[in-house]
Every structure is written in C-alpha cells, then in structure tokens.
C-alpha cells in the first residue's frame, strides 16, 4: 500500500514537525544558519507522474551533500567506472563527512567513497570542461534534465558563503593534491564544488530527481534513460553504504530505502521501481542528518513498508 493522498502525508508531517526542536540548523557555512529550523516539507514523486506534497514545500533548499550523488553519476558517465574508482574508493568510513583521518592513515592516499567530502571533492574534480563555468554548466544542464525543470540555479550567497569559509576543505583538497589524486589548482576546483552544493530547489525537483534513480536512471514520464542503470544501482548503493553520514547503518535498518542527505536539511530518497522522495527540514541532529525528515521517513517507511530489505 501506498501513502495516496496530500492530506495522508500532511498528518505525518505534522507528526514528525514536533522534532524539529531537537535539532539545530548548520550554521558553519554562515548562509545556511539563516534558514528556519521550524520548516519541513515532503514530496513524493510516482512513476505515473503523481505528486504528493505536505508542508512548506516552496520553500528551496541548497542540494549541498545531496549533489555528491549526482555529480558521481555524472562523471561515472563522463569517465567511465575504472577512472573514477582507481581515484575513489567503495567503502564507507564510519567517520564524519568533513573527516580528514582516514586519508592520512589509508595508502594510497584515495578517499573511501564519494559520499564524504574528500570523495566528493575528487568527484567534482573529474568532472570535464575547460572551465569552471563550463563544467559547472554542463552539470547543471543534467541536473535540470533529472529534474525535468530548466529554471533550476545554484544561489550566489550560499556558494560564495562556503566559498569564504571552506578552509577545511582547502585542507583536504591540498592534502589530496600533495598525493596527486588531485592536479588542478585547489581555488578553482573549490570554486566548482561550492556552486555544485549550491545548486537549489524544492522538495518537488528533489523527489523528481530521486524518482529517476528509484527507476534506474529512466525518466518513467518522458521515456528517457537520463543515466545508464548500472549507474543509477552504483548511485544507490552509495546512498545505502554510505547516504545518510555516519548513521547510514542505522538508518538502513531503521528505515531501509536508498537516501542521502545533506546539511541544508534536504534529504533525497529513492525507493527502487516505486518513487522518489524529497524532503527539506534544516533542523539537524548531530550527524548532519534532518532530524524531522529522519523521523518523517520513520513514520512513512513503518506505515508502508517501504523497507527493501
Ligand atoms: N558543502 C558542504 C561541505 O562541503 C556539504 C556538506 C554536506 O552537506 O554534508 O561542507
């Protein structure tokens, strides 16, 4: 059985709101500490072009974390699986995103999944153009096309927020370089990065966007592959392994769906062959996850069983 109406969701938005309290909104990117902790909004997304929402659902987020996941399907069409995973590695860290630990102690120096900051940032690194603005382009142009909505941007205030205050990721960037997993010049592969995670919209084009990876990289609407299927099932591994930070586990038995998150409050989901979630509540616990989203996807995967396993 599915959640079939707005009203359904809108009772468990409700529900989960009363934890917003918990959490508190990230505010070490100094734009995201603007935003309203008491916000939560949620939409679901079906292959027949259903769409139910509840909450403040106009409300845009910044994807931050959650463009990891896109800019790795990305560059594994752009780069093909052998280029990207000599670079970055398959496995989860159990560590905090922005964790530098591992690289130092790990030989080669090659981050362990895409999912935390320093895989991502290698990701970012791989993606082709001549140009920031060029490469920054072209994946905007594919997120748009996930989303199947041309107006979707990044915003200034928050990339240049980051931007200013990135130092450390500047330290793992530099750290990357003295290894040779990255070459570039690290301000402009931060330049990249910061407008990457600043790309933003609503919990509609977030669940839009989780619909094609729960449909194996096709739009079920328009009838297009966006992305291969193998990249789609690669995509959703990581956001199993390695989604939802360092309570990835925990999240999997708990809730058990293909997800990943990220520190604006946004969390994508993707529940295979059945629907896309999007979900904005910038509240966060203390892993960096929604805490309101978390336990709104509590509520709906106990209800449903939208457990895969
Ligand atoms: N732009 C953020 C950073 O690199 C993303 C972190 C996140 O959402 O987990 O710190």
Request: net charge neutral; charged share 25%; hydrophobic share 40%.
């Amino acid at each position: 059985m599915l959640c079939q109406t707005s009203d359904e969701l809108q009772h468990f938005v409700e529900e989960a709101k009363k934890h917003t309290k918990e959490g508190k909104v990230a505010n070490y990117i100094p734009e995201l500490g603007k935003a309203n902790p008491d916000q939560l909004s949620i939409a679901i997304h079906y292959p027949d072009g259903r769409c139910i929402s509840a909450g403040d659902i106009q409300t845009k987020m910044t994807l931050q974390s959650i463009s990891k996941v896109i800019s790795l399907a990305f560059v594994l069409m752009d780069r093909g699986f052998r280029y990207v995973f000599e670079r970055v590695g398959m496995e989860p860290t159990g560590d905090p995103f922005n964790s530098i630990a591992k690289l130092e102690t790990m030989a080669p120096a090659k981050p362990l999944n895409p999912m935390i900051n320093a895989g991502a940032l290698v990701v970012t690194h791989m993606i082709k153009g001549d140009t920031v603005q060029d490469r920054f382009n072209r994946l905007l142009r594919f997120i748009r096309g996930l989303a199947d909505d041309p107006s979707i941007d990044y915003c200034e205030r928050v990339a240049r927020s980051e931007f200013e205050t990135a130092d450390l990721n500047r330290a793992l960037c530099y750290f990357l370089k003295q290894h040779h997993i990255i070459t570039e010049d690290v301000e402009t592969l931060l330049d990249l990065y910061t407008k990457q995670c600043a790309i933003e919209m609503n919990c509609l084009d977030l669940a839009r966007i989780g619909l094609i990876f729960a449909m194996d990289g096709k739009d079920p609407l328009t009838g297009k592959q966006i992305m291969p299927d193998d990249v789609a099932r690669i995509c959703k591994t990581f956001m199993v392994t390695c989604g939802m930070y360092n309570a990835s586990g925990e999240f999997a038995i708990k809730i058990g769906i293909p997800a990943k998150s990220g520190v604006s409050g946004g969390i994508m989901g993707a529940v295979p062959g059945r629907f896309g979630i999007g979900i904005y509540g910038p509240a966060l616990d203390d892993k960096g996850n929604s805490v309101a989203g978390i336990k709104l996807l509590e509520l709906l995967s106990k209800n449903y069983q939208l457990s895969m396993f």
